[in-house]
C-alpha cells in the first residue's frame, strides 16, 4: 500500500552511489535540454518565455515520484502548447494577463482529470482517440505549429486572422514586404548548428549549444535595438493621423465592450424576473438581445478597422537622421531627404492591441529577444477559480489531457520495452495530474511526457526517477542565479528550437499505414488532417470529427459484422466460401457471425440467414459457428429465438458450435438452451457436421460434401459448367 501511494520508495532498493552519479548527470543533460526548450514552448502556448522555467520545475519533480515510468521526462511540450493557446485564445488576447491566469487554471482542470481517471482507474478511456485520429491530427498539428514560428523567423509582426491559414497568408505577404534579414539569418543560423550538431553526436546538447552561440552574438552585435520617442519626432503627418485613428479605435472597442458586458448583466438579470425557460419571450428579453448583437456587431467592426490601421503602421520603414543635439528624428524611407545621412538600420513601430501611448512610442531598430525574465521562482498558491470559467475550460482539459496522456504514455511503453520496467498506465495518469495541479501552484500551464527529453534521459542512462528530480532543481538554480543572461536571446532562435523539435511529429507512413491495414483508417486519418489544418486555431474541432468519424464506423460495423458462409479450405480450415472462392454444401449452410449479438445487430443476423434460405432451394441445415459471438444481450437472445422458431417451422434444422461460456450463460438463464436442445449444440464446427450429415445427405445426390472434403476450384467450375 505504501510504494501505491509512494511509488518513488522502489527507486532505492539497491540503490548506491554509482547510480546516483549517472541519475545526477542524465538529470543536468536533460536540464540542459529544457530550460531552452521550454521558453519556445511557453511562447507558443501564447505566455511570456519564462513561463516556460515556471512550468519546468515542478512538474517534472512531482510526475517522477508519483508516475511509474522511471524515465519519462515530464515538462511543456509542443502540442499540448499549441493546444493551450488555441483554447484561451478566444477568452483572452494571448500573453495578457487574463490569458496567464486562465492558462495557469487549465492546468488545474487538466490535472485534476488526469488525477480523477488515474485514481478510477479509467485510464482505457483513452482509447477513443484511435490512433489513425491522432496520426492525421499530430502531423496537422506540426504543420501549424512550424508555421505559426514563420513571422518570428523573419522577424514581422501581423494580426491574427479568424483561421490559421490566413495568418499564414499574412505572414507571407509582411515578410515580402519587410523582413528583418539579421533575424532571419540568426534564426537559419541556429537551425543549421541544432541540425549539424545532432548528426555529429547526438550527445552533444545541440539546442544548449545553439541558444548559447547565439545570444552571445545577439548580444555582441547588439541584435535588440530599440528607442523611445514622442510623435514629434515621427516626421510624418499621415503617421500621425493613422496613429491617432488607431488609438481611437481602440478605445471605441474598450467602451463598447464595457457597454455589452453591462447589457450581458442586464440580460442575465431579465432572464432570471421573467422566467428564461418560457417559450415566449417578453419584448425586453428581445431588446436587450437586439442591443447585445448591435454591440457585438460595433466591435466587430472597429477591430477590423483597428487591424487595417495596424497593417499599415507596421508596413511603413522608417530611417533616422540625428540633429546637431544628437536629437533622432525618424522618417518614413519614401520620404527622407536627399543626400541626408543616417543610422542605416531599418526602424518601424512597435504596434499592439493596445493604444499608443503618443509621448512614449517604440521603435524597432533591430531583432526582438527574450528580454526581461524575472529572477527568483513564482510566487507558490492557488489560482484563483472561477467555477463557471472551470467549466467552460472542461471540455479543452479534456482534450488536453487525453492527448498529453497519450503522447507520455506512448513515451513510458517504448521506454519500458527497452528497459523491462513494469509500467502502470493509470499510476502514470496521477503522476501526471498531481504534476499538472502541483505546477499549477508554481505558475504552471499543462504539461505532458516529452518525446526529445525522454530520449535524452534513456540515453543518459538514467536509473531512476530521480534524475527528473535533478532537472527540476538544475531549473531553481536557473530562475535563482541565471536569468540575466537570458535576456539577450533572440526570439528568431526559440522559433527555431519549436520547428526543429517538432520535425519528429511529421510520420507520413502514418497515412500509408493505416490505409493499408483498413481503407477507413486511412481515410479518417486523412479527413483528420484536413480538418485539423483547415479549423485551425480551433484544434479541437479536428479531433472531434475524427473521434466522431471512428465512432461512426465502430457503430456501423457493429450494426454489420461480418456473417459468412463457410466451407472446407486445402489447409484443412473452414473459411470464408466467398473470400477464398470455394464450393459450398446444397444442404447444410455454415454460418459464422463474427462480434456481439446485441440489440444493434439482432435483426442483421436474422437477415442474413432468411436470405440464405431463399437463396438455397435445397437447404436443409443450418450450424451457427457461434465462436465469434463474444457476448449476447437480450435482444440477441429474443433474435436467435425467433430465427430458431421460424427455420423450425420451415421444416429445416438448426444446430450451434463453439458457444462459450459467457453466451452459454445467457442462453441458460433465459431458457433457451432447452429450446435449442442439448443434442444441438457442439464444442467444435467439425462435430457439429458430422452429427447432421448423414441426416441431410441421405436422399440427396452430392457426391462429396465440401464441409467435409475439400472440393477444388476447378471441380466447382465444371459443377457450374455442368461437366
Not at 545526477?24 to 514552448?41: C, D, E, H, K, N
Not at 506512448?410 to 502514470?428: F, S, V, W, Y
Not at 479527413?527 to 479549423?535: R, V
Not at 432451394?617 to 421460424?646: R, V, W
Request: charged residues 15%.
Amino acid at each position: 500500500m505504501l510504494t501505491r501511494v509512494f511509488p518513488f520508495i522502489l527507486w532505492f532498493k539497491d540503490y548506491d552511489f554509482p547510480k546516483f552519479r549517472i541519475d545526477f548527470l542524465a538529470g543536468v543533460t536533460v536540464a540542459l535540454v529544457l530550460i531552452p526548450q521550454s521558453m519556445a514552448y511557453a511562447q507558443l502556448a501564447g505566455l511570456p518565455a519564462y513561463y516556460g522555467l515556471y512550468a519546468s520545475f515542478l512538474p517534472p519533480m512531482i510526475a517522477a515520484l508519483f508516475g511509474s515510468s522511471r524515465q519519462l521526462a515530464t515538462g511543456p511540450v509542443a502540442v499540448v502548447s499549441l493546444m493551450t493557446a488555441a483554447s484561451l485564445e478566444p477568452l483572452a488576447t494571448a500573453g495578457s494577463e487574463a490569458f496567464i491566469a486562465y492558462a495557469v487554471l487549465l492546468a488545474l482542470t487538466v490535472g485534476v482529470f488526469q488525477l480523477l481517471l488515474g485514481v478510477f482507474r479509467l485510464g482505457l478511456i483513452v482509447n477513443f482517440l484511435s490512433h489513425p485520429v491522432v496520426n492525421g491530427f499530430t502531423n496537422a498539428a506540426a504543420i501549424i505549429i512550424a508555421s505559426s514560428q514563420l513571422s518570428k523567423m523573419f522577424g514581422v509582426y501581423v494580426d491574427k486572422a479568424p483561421h490559421h491559414y490566413e495568418t499564414i497568408i499574412r505572414v507571407i505577404q509582411a515578410a515580402v514586404a519587410y523582413t528583418h534579414w539579421p533575424t532571419l539569418i540568426i534564426g537559419v543560423v541556429a537551425i543549421l548548428l541544432m541540425y549539424f550538431l545532432k548528426r555529429i553526436n547526438p550527445r552533444i546538447p545541440n539546442v544548449l549549444v545553439a541558444v548559447v552561440i547565439t545570444t552571445l552574438f545577439s548580444m555582441l552585435i547588439g541584435f535588440e535595438h530599440n528607442e523611445r520617442v514622442v510623435i514629434s519626432d515621427i516626421q510624418s503627418q499621415s503617421i500621425h493621423e493613422t496613429i491617432t485613428d488607431f488609438n481611437h479605435a481602440v478605445r471605441e472597442i474598450a467602451t463598447i465592450g464595457e457597454e455589452r458586458s453591462d447589457l450581458i448583466k442586464e440580460l442575465d438579470e431579465l432572464k432570471t424576473q421573467s422566467g428564461h425557460d418560457s417559450h415566449t419571450p417578453s419584448f425586453d428579453l428581445l431588446d436587450m438581445e437586439y442591443k447585445i448583437t448591435v454591440a457585438n456587431a460595433k466591435i466587430a467592426a472597429q477591430k477590423r478597422h483597428c487591424h487595417l490601421l495596424r497593417k499599415r503602421l507596421r508596413e511603413v520603414l522608417f530611417s533616422t537622421v540625428e540633429k546637431e543635439n544628437k536629437h533622432i528624428l525618424f522618417y518614413p524611407q519614401d520620404s527622407a531627404h536627399e543626400g541626408v545621412e543616417t543610422d542605416g538600420r531599418i526602424w518601424r513601430i512597435k504596434v499592439g492591441n493596445r493604444a499608443i501611448d503618443e509621448s512614449n512610442i517604440l521603435m524597432i531598430g533591430g531583432g526582438a529577444v527574450v528580454g526581461v525574465v524575472p529572477k527568483g521562482l513564482p510566487s507558490l498558491g492557488m489560482p484563483k477559480i472561477n467555477f463557471l470559467l472551470f467549466f467552460q475550460l472542461l471540455p479543452f482539459a479534456v482534450i488536453i489531457s487525453l492527448l498529453g496522456f497519450m503522447e507520455a504514455i506512448a513515451i513510458a511503453k517504448a521506454m519500458a520495452a527497452k528497459t523491462g520496467q513494469r509500467l502502470d498506465p493509470n499510476q502514470e495518469l496521477i503522476g501526471q495530474g498531481l504534476a499538472n495541479i502541483i505546477g499549477a501552484l508554481g505558475k504552471s500551464y499543462p504539461v505532458s511526457g516529452s518525446f526529445s527529453r525522454s530520449a535524452v534521459n534513456l540515453q543518459s542512462g538514467a536509473v531512476s526517477g530521480l534524475s527528473s528530480v535533478i532537472t527540476s532543481l538544475v531549473v531553481i538554480v536557473a530562475l535563482l542565479f541565471l536569468t540575466p543572461l537570458l535576456y539577450h536571446l533572440p526570439q528568431a532562435v526559440l522559433a527555431s528550437v519549436i520547428m526543429m523539435a517538432v520535425i519528429g511529429l511529421v510520420n507520413v507512413t502514418g497515412f500509408i499505414h493505416a490505409w493499408r491495414a483498413q481503407w477507413y483508417d486511412g481515410a479518417i486519418s486523412i479527413i483528420t488532417f484536413i480538418a485539423t489544418l483547415a479549423l485551425a486555431p480551433h484544434l479541437e474541432k479536428g479531433i472531434y470529427i475524427g473521434v466522431s468519424l471512428s465512432l461512426a464506423v465502430f457503430l456501423y460495423k457493429s450494426m454489420r459484422p461480418t456473417v459468412s458462409s463457410l466451407s472446407k479450405h486445402e489447409d484443412e480450415a473452414h473459411r470464408d466460401i466467398a473470400t477464398h472462392d470455394l464450393m459450398g454444401c446444397k444442404y447444410i449452410d455454415l454460418v459464422r457471425f463474427e462480434g456481439p449479438l446485441f440489440f444493434a445487430n439482432a435483426s442483421f443476423l436474422e437477415d442474413e440467414i432468411n436470405n440464405r434460405v431463399l437463396a438455397k432451394k435445397d437447404l436443409k441445415h443450418i450450424i451457427i459457428a457461434a465462436n465469434g459471438i463474444n457476448d449476447m444481450d437480450a435482444s440477441g437472445e429474443e433474435s436467435l429465438s425467433l430465427i430458431i422458431e421460424n427455420l423450425r417451422s420451415s421444416g429445416l434444422g438448426i444446430s450451434f458450435s463453439g458457444i462459450n461460456e459467457t453466451v452459454m450463460a445467457v442462453l441458460k438463464r433465459t431458457h433457451l438452451f432447452e429450446e435449442i436442445g442439448k443434442e444441438n449444440i457442439q464444442p467444435t464446427m467439425e462435430k457439429a457436421i458430422l452429427a447432421v450429415h448423414y441426416e441431410t445427405h441421405k436422399d440427396g445426390d452430392e457426391e462429396q460434401c465440401p464441409l467435409i472434403t475439400t472440393v477444388s476450384n476447378a471441380v466447382k467450375h465444371m459443377s457450374k459448367k455442368g461437366e
